[in-house]
């Protein structure tokens, strides 16, 4: 039996396509989605319990922690966890300790987006020991044609080595097309001389959005923002410099839409929209101080922003359980509350390529301490292995009627996140 655990937009066509090839499949996503022929777990655990094969599609290095922390007691030995998210190498080795003992662990992200997805045409990157790899690979060849890369953390890493060229091809293009236009070349012209260039298949990859904006999101900026900064280092390079024209266009509400998107956006905003992403980085070396309000949580009132980065470290701003309506989640609810402070954290770490683990104190207020203990077990399916330095103090109310909780954290960021 094979365990798939997420099914988003590439996900769910993956988990359809294991059904369509004779495999036994059950399958999670946090929010139940039905994928015909395969059987629905209501958590994790439940999900992976007896599958030789564990696969997980997941957002981020934060999400996939917390989802496989989940998973673990689950987990049986002889098992293998293949991890096809863009992680990074770094957070793949992290999850080695999530893992209980004789669980192999495969690291395989995916070239290619949606359609690939559904038709079976994805190149997999897969790293891993050789004994692993040859236990999955049979179900691999399902989603595309596998490359095996190396060892443990090869795949993720060459993931995000490919990445770093083709994602900023892509915004170096978008840049050229709103500067042509701003100083009168002839749009269709100029796409017509570049595609008999070696950009030419990119061009072509690319035009339909040039012309008619973007279509259906195939692979979101949001995600190709995450990405560039899960591959920046610290040396000033063209995937980093992507990586804030992008992270300026989720900022501007983008997230979800096609990394096409790039193209209307930098359009739009011509040198005002890139003397902004400029500024954020001018703004480091002024003050050593970043604003920080990532498009992946509800916009704040304005009064402040969701975190700073001063240097290596970041201050998140206390996380309440508030919809982007400003209604309470799970009210007199303390378990529901701090699942979503929790997610809402996590989301903010990773916009900075952080997860938990990077997390150097955190601090809660509670307005009854006897809920302590419904907190503290969230808490710990998050923050795993030695826990950082800790405040927790009893507050009379937060601001606002029905909140139970309220955390905010300090995180050492990863040497080389831009």
Request: glycine fraction near 12%; charge should be negative.
């Given at each position: 039996?094979?365990?798939?655990?997420?099914?988003?937009?590439?996900?769910?066509?993956?988990?359809?396509?294991?059904?369509?090839?004779?495999?036994?499949?059950?399958?999670?996503?946090?929010?139940?989605?039905?994928?015909?022929?395969?059987?629905?777990?209501?958590?994790?655990?439940?999900?992976?319990?007896?599958?030789?094969?564990?696969?997980?599609?997941?957002?981020?290095?934060?999400?996939?922690?917390?989802?496989?922390?989940?998973?673990?007691?689950?987990?049986?030995?002889?098992?293998?966890?293949?991890?096809?998210?863009?992680?990074?190498?770094?957070?793949?080795?992290?999850?080695?300790?999530?893992?209980?003992?004789?669980?192999?662990?495969?690291?395989?992200?995916?070239?290619?987006?949606?359609?690939?997805?559904?038709?079976?045409?994805?190149?997999?990157?897969?790293?891993?020991?050789?004994?692993?790899?040859?236990?999955?690979?049979?179900?691999?060849?399902?989603?595309?044609?596998?490359?095996?890369?190396?060892?443990?953390?090869?795949?993720?890493?060459?993931?995000?080595?490919?990445?770093?060229?083709?994602?900023?091809?892509?915004?170096?293009?978008?840049?050229?097309?709103?500067?042509?236009?701003?100083?009168?070349?002839?749009?269709?012209?100029?796409?017509?001389?570049?595609?008999?260039?070696?950009?030419?298949?990119?061009?072509?990859?690319?035009?339909?959005?040039?012309?008619?904006?973007?279509?259906?999101?195939?692979?979101?900026?949001?995600?190709?923002?995450?990405?560039?900064?899960?591959?920046?280092?610290?040396?000033?390079?063209?995937?980093?410099?992507?990586?804030r024209r992008l992270a300026g266009a989720a900022a501007a509400?983008?997230?979800?839409?096609?990394?096409?998107?790039?193209?209307?956006?930098?359009?739009?905003?011509?040198?005002?929209?890139?003397?902004?992403?400029?500024?954020?980085?001018?703004?480091?070396?002024?003050?050593?101080?970043?604003?920080?309000?990532?498009?992946?949580?509800?916009?704040?009132?304005?009064?402040?922003?969701?975190?700073?980065?001063?240097?290596?470290?970041?201050?998140?701003?206390?996380?309440?359980?508030?919809?982007?309506?400003?209604?309470?989640?799970?009210?007199?609810?303390?378990?529901?509350?701090?699942?979503?402070?929790?997610?809402?954290?996590?989301?903010?770490?990773?916009?900075?390529?952080?997860?938990f683990d990077d997390v150097t104190h955190i601090r809660t207020?509670?307005?009854?301490?006897?809920?302590?203990?419904?907190?503290?077990?969230?808490?710990?399916?998050?923050?795993?292995?030695?826990?950082?330095?800790?405040?927790?103090?009893?507050?009379?109310?937060?601001?606002?009627?029905?909140?139970?909780?309220?955390?905010?954290?300090?995180?050492?960021?990863?040497?080389?996140?831009?």
């Amino acid at each position: 039996m094979i365990s798939f655990l997420g099914l988003g937009r590439m996900g769910a066509l993956m988990a359809r396509r294991l059904v369509a090839a004779g495999h036994e499949v059950t399958v999670w996503n946090r929010t139940p989605r039905v994928v015909e022929g395969a059987t629905a777990a209501t958590s994790p655990a439940t999900a992976v319990a007896g599958a030789e094969l564990v696969i997980t599609m997941l957002s981020d290095p934060a999400v996939v922690r917390r989802v496989l922390s989940d998973a673990a007691p689950g987990l049986r030995a002889g098992t293998v966890v293949v991890e096809m998210s863009t992680i990074g190498p770094e957070a793949v080795a992290g999850l080695r300790d999530l893992l209980p003992p004789g669980v192999g662990l495969v690291d395989a992200p995916v070239l290619g987006s949606v359609g690939p997805a559904g038709d079976g045409t994805l190149t997999v990157l897969a790293g891993g020991l050789a004994q692993d790899l040859a236990h999955c690979r049979k179900a691999l060849e399902v989603f595309g044609r596998v490359r095996e890369v190396g060892g443990p953390g090869a795949g993720a890493a060459m993931k995000l080595a490919v990445m770093s060229a083709l994602v900023p091809a892509q915004v170096l293009l978008a840049e050229t097309v709103a500067r042509a236009e701003a100083t009168g070349v002839d749009t269709g012209t100029l796409l017509d001389v570049l595609g008999g260039t070696p950009l030419g298949a990119l061009v072509e990859r690319v035009r339909p959005a040039v012309e008619n904006g973007p279509g259906e999101t195939r692979y979101a900026l949001g995600l190709a923002a995450k990405d560039m900064a899960l591959a920046a280092h610290g040396t000033r390079t063209l995937a980093a410099a992507a990586g804030r024209r992008l992270a300026g266009a989720a900022a501007a509400g983008l997230g979800d839409a096609d990394l096409t998107a790039i193209f209307a956006y930098l359009t739009a905003t011509g040198p005002a929209g890139a003397a902004r992403d400029t500024e954020r980085s001018d703004r480091r070396g002024r003050t050593g101080v970043e604003r920080i309000n990532p498009a992946t949580v509800p916009a704040t009132n304005g009064r402040y922003s969701h975190a700073t980065r001063a240097g290596d470290l970041l201050f998140v701003s206390g996380q309440v359980a508030m919809d982007g309506e400003g209604k309470v989640v799970g009210e007199e609810d303390m378990t529901r509350q701090s699942e979503y402070v929790m997610d809402r954290l996590s989301r903010v770490l990773a916009d900075q390529g952080c997860t938990f683990d990077d997390v150097t104190h955190i601090r809660t207020y509670l307005t009854d301490m006897s809920l302590l203990p419904e907190y503290a077990a969230v808490r710990g399916r998050h923050i795993t292995g030695e826990p950082p330095a800790s405040t927790t103090v009893e507050v009379s109310r937060l601001f606002s009627p029905g909140l139970l909780i309220e955390v905010d954290v300090v995180a050492a960021i990863p040497a080389g996140r831009y």
